[in-house]
Every structure is written in C-alpha cells, then in structure tokens.
C-alpha cells in the first residue's frame, strides 16, 4: 500500500476494479462465460416453452375464469393448512 489508509479508494470501487481488471486479462474464462450464459439461455428460455406451457391459457378462455380458478386454488389449500403447534 501507497500513502495513508484515507488515500485508498472507496472498497465497493477497489472491488469493481479487481473484477475488471481480472475480466480484461481472462482469455480461456470469456469462452467459459459465453459457455455458461449459452446454456442458461437454453435452461431458462428454451425449455420453458417446451415442458412448462401456460396452462391457465390452456384450460380458461378469459382473465376472469382464471382469476376464479386461481383465487379457488388458493383458498383450497388454506382451508387444509392448519396452524402447527407449539414445539412441533
């Protein structure tokens, strides 16, 4: 270190810099990091639409069917939960 602890940089800047100094000289990690951002895309883009479709679209023609069918749900499984006890 150079001169007086208050000469120092602020610490979330000192570890801005330490990230992309260390980014600009990565030569193997960026093809690693496209790597990684490719497959996430696939995960969370591709695969939704393939094995999660939208089935409220699917099952009820307008916003309000859904919403009553969403609300019913929802007061369903409140009914059946029950308060645990104390200690449990």
């Not at 939704?48 to 307008?62: E, G, M, Q, S």
Request: hydrophobic share 45%; proline share 7%.
């Amino acid at each position: 270190m150079s001169g007086p602890p208050g000469d120092r940089p602020w610490l979330p800047v000192r570890v801005y810099r330490f990230y992309r100094d260390g980014f600009r000289q990565m030569t193997v990690g960026r093809t690693l990091w496209k790597i990684i951002f490719i497959k996430l895309f696939i995960l969370f883009a591709v695969l939704k639409f393939l094995f999660f479709p939208d089935f409220l679209a699917t099952k009820f023609a307008t916003d309000t069917q859904r919403a009553d069918y969403v609300i019913e749900q929802l007061t369903q499984s409140a009914q059946g939960y029950t308060q645990p006890a104390k200690g449990e």
